[in-house]
């Protein structure tokens, strides 16, 4: 199982940030895959996961009603957005997949994680 983040980088304090997660050595449709962040100084927190029964997502209430997670399986790709970006959405995005579905993420662990992803809001 492997996952790649690709899309941070340096973005402008109301704007928006889409980030994708290459997904390989396994069916997307199987797993449930997940977003997170780590800002500096801060734990890690989950954003957002769709799980693999019915397509169910999750969001944490620090981006909820501005972020949407969406997969592609076709192209194993994973995506997440965020819109009216803040200094407080700056941080390391990692996704993270696995075979039991996410209904909650407070109660999802993952067993597979990607590398992470640099975001910085700035103005």
């Known amino acids: 199982v492997q996952l790649v983040e690709s899309g941070g980088g340096l973005v402008q304090v109301g704007g928006s940030l889409r980030l994708s997660c290459e997904t390989s050595?396994?069916?997307?449709?199987?797993?449930?895959v997940g977003w997170y962040r780590q800002a500096p100084g801060k734990e890690r927190e989950g954003l957002a996961c769709?799980?693999?029964?019915?397509?169910?997502?999750d969001f944490a209430k620090s981006v909820e009603g501005r972020a949407t997670i969406s997969s592609d399986n076709a192209k194993n790709t994973v995506y997440l957005q965020i819109n009216g970006l803040d200094r407080a959405d700056t941080g390391v995005y990692f996704c993270?997949?696995?075979?039991?579905?996410?209904?909650?993420?407070?109660?999802?662990?993952?067993?597979?994680w990607g590398q992470g992803t640099q975001v910085t809001v700035s103005s």
């Open positions: 993270a997949a696995d075979l039991l579905p996410c209904y909650t993420l407070g109660w999802w662990d993952p067993d597979y």
């Open positions: 769709v799980g693999r029964v019915d397509n169910r997502t």
């Open positions: 050595g396994f069916m997307l449709e199987d797993y449930a």
